[in-house]
Each structure stands twice: as C-alpha cells, then as structure tokens.
C-alpha cells in the first residue's frame, strides 16, 4: 500500500507570494492532518480535515487554509507569505479519528525569501 | 502550562540496553490519547505507539512500550534492546477530545535518542 504522498518536496517562494501545498493519503484514510515544523516553535497543528470538512483548527492566521477533496486528498494555502512561514510543513493521514494512529507524509520544505 | 513535556532534550544509551523517554501531559479532558514518533534524520515522522486514556493495559508494539501512569500523568516510551537504527528525534503527542467532536492535538519538543555501539 503506497505511503501518504505530498508534493513538492521543496518550494522557494519570496514574501507576499501564496502558495499550495498538496497531499494525497493513504488509500482508505479518510483524516488528513497538517502539521507545520520549524526549529524554534517545533511541531505545531493547523488543522484536520475529515470527510470534505475542517474538523479542527490549530492557532494559524487566515492566511493559512486548507480545504479536502472527496478522494480524501487535501490541499494547503498560505497567503501572502511571511519569511517565518519558512517550515517543513507535514501532512498526516489516519484511517479514523478515534485512534488517531497517524501516518506521516515525507513533508514539504517551504523556503520564503 | 506546558501540555506536553519532555524533559530530556538529548539522550546517549548503548547499543542492546534499554531506555525510557520520558513524557508527561496537562489535559483536564477525560478523553484523550497519547502517542510517540519517531523522526529519524531524513525527516519523515515515523507512528510508533498509541495509548487511549481508557485503555487498561499499557500499549506495546514490539521492542517499543508505553509506560502509562494515569494519575501521574505520565506516559514513558520504554525502548528495549536498542538499535543503531533507533537514533533519532522522538516525540510525545498527545490527542484531546472525542472522535465525534471537537479534537486538540499538541506535541512535545522532542529528545534527541542516540545510540553508541
């Protein structure tokens, strides 16, 4: 069974710029997490999506969006870009949300100029 | 308060010795869940174990376990005979909320495990 995909891998954008990050989970999973890692504030939560709908929301601005297809593959938007939304940005997928025994994507680094 | 606290920033363990990561939580939900990754250097987080708040027995997964002591609130990655391949960052998490509802999910700041052959 093929692993929790995300693309790209690497992004250079310069400030102001909007960009969309993609993942694809595994088969099956219908919960798709996204995670934001950066050195200084480690790994903290945007938000989850489950069946097409936002189910939770981390402390994000709006410039941070997210949205869920009926396949289950999700898409993340950040909006004009700060030079702190420089991360690694993770997706994670998980077959329901009661045991939350998520599977990491390889994650997206975001560089911002 | 933290909600989840590792206090170990970095541990050195030999190669087929045991070790315990310790981690502790802050939660005032009665449903909650608490897990361990793994995120070797290529960066990928790696699922390792789960504990639910109701279960009774204490989570294993093969040379991984989960020490779980409710009313302490705390919930020990026990690695045992460790590996070369177990060097890496580990993270405690931990899951607020019901499956139904409204969930919260916050991590630790992770210890960095390095094992000396």
């Known amino acids: 069974k093929a692993g929790v995909t995300q693309t790209p891998r690497y992004l250079i954008k310069t400030r102001g710029q909007q960009v969309t990050l993609s993942c694809s989970p595994i088969?099956?999973?219908?919960?798709v997490s996204w995670y934001q890692q950066t050195p200084g504030q480690g790994l903290q939560f945007l938000f989850e999506y489950f069946s097409e709908t936002q189910r939770n929301k981390g402390n994000f601005p709006g410039r941070f969006s997210g949205r869920q297809f009926s396949n289950s593959r999700s898409e993340m938007n950040v909006s004009t870009l700060e030079l702190g939304d420089s991360a690694l940005y993770l997706c994670?997928?998980?077959?329901?949300?009661?045991?939350?025994?998520?599977?990491f994507g390889p994650g997206t680094r975001l560089t911002v100029t | 308060a933290q909600k989840i606290t590792q206090t170990q920033p970095g541990m050195f363990v030999q190669e087929k010795e045991a070790v315990t990561l310790d981690c502790t939580y802050d939660?005032?939900?009665?449903?909650?869940?608490l897990f361990w990754y793994k995120q070797p250097s290529s960066g990928e987080m790696i699922f390792l174990i789960y504990?639910?708040?109701?279960?009774?027995q204490n989570a294993t997964e093969g040379r991984y376990s989960l020490n779980f002591q409710k009313a302490r609130k705390s919930a020990n990655l026990v690695i045992s005979a460790s590996q070369l391949g177990d060097s890496a960052m580990y993270f405690c998490a931990m899951r607020e909320g019901s499956a139904g509802g409204y969930q919260k999910v916050t991590f630790g700041t992770g210890t960095k495990l390095q094992v000396i052959p």
């Open positions: 088969s099956g999973h219908r919960s």
């Open positions: 504990q639910g708040s109701y279960d009774q």
């Open positions: 994670a997928s998980s077959l329901n949300r009661d045991r939350y025994e998520q599977y």
């Open positions: 939660t005032s939900d009665p449903s909650y869940g």
